[in-house]
C-alpha cells in the first residue's frame, strides 16, 4: 500500500521521492507508529516556546496554550496542522489502552481504540491549527473515556 500522505511531505522536506511502504496486511505496527509520530515542525515550534513535547496528555494541554503564530504562514498551517493531528495520535496510541494506528487503503492514518471507533485526529490537528478548536486535549479526553 503507498501511504500517500508521507509523499507530499517527504518531498517537500527533500528526504526522497519515494513514499514509505506497507504491506497489504498494515505493515510494520512499530515502524508506522515511528514514523506518524516524528512530528518534525510541530516539535520545532513548540520547542521555539520552551515547550518540549513529551507525548503525554499534559503536553497536548500545553500546546493548546501557545500563541497561535503559525497562523501568519498560510502556507505552514496545514503542515503544522498535520503534525498536531500526527501528535495527537501519539499520546493516545501511547497512552490510551488499545488504541492503535489504522492506516486507510487511501493512506490516511486514523486512530483506532478498542471500542472500533476511529478517530480522525489529521483532521482535528487541522482544525486545532486554524482555529484552536477542538482543543488537543479534549479530543484526547474523549477518546480516552471510551
Known amino acids: 500500500m503507498n501511504i500517500s500522505f508521507f509523499r507530499g511531505r517527504r518531498d517537500r ?3 526522497g ?3 514509505p511502504r506497507a504491506d497489504s496486511a498494515g505493515g510494520e505496527p512499530a515502524g508506522v507508529a515511528a514514523l506518524l509520530s516524528e512530528c518534525e515542525l510541530l516539535r520545532a515550534r513548540a520547542g521555539q516556546d520552551g515547550l518540549v513535547l513529551d507525548d503525554t496528555p499534559a503536553s ?3 500546546l493548546d496554550q501557545l500563541p497561535p503564530r503559525w497562523r501568519d504562514d498560510p502556507e505552514e498551517l496545514p503542515w503544522l496542522g498535520n503534525d ?3 501528535y495527537l495520535g501519539t499520546v493516545i496510541v501511547r497512552t490510551v489502552p488499545g488504541a492503535a494506528w489504522h492506516v486507510w487503503p ?3 492514518p486514523v486512530v483506532r481504540l478498542a471500542s472500533g471507533r476511529e478517530i480522525e485526529v489529521v483532521e482535528a490537528g487541522v482544525e486545532w491549527a486554524g482555529t484552536g478548536a477542538p482543543e488537543l ?3 484526547y479526553a474523549e477518546a480516552a473515556e471510551r
Do not use: W
Open 13 to 15: 522536506h527533500g528526504a
Open 17 to 19: 521521492s519515494g513514499a
Open 106 to 108: 487511501s493512506g490516511h
Open 60 to 62: 497536548l494541554a500545553a
Open 137 to 139: 486535549s479534549q479530543v
Open 84 to 86: 498536531a493531528g500526527l
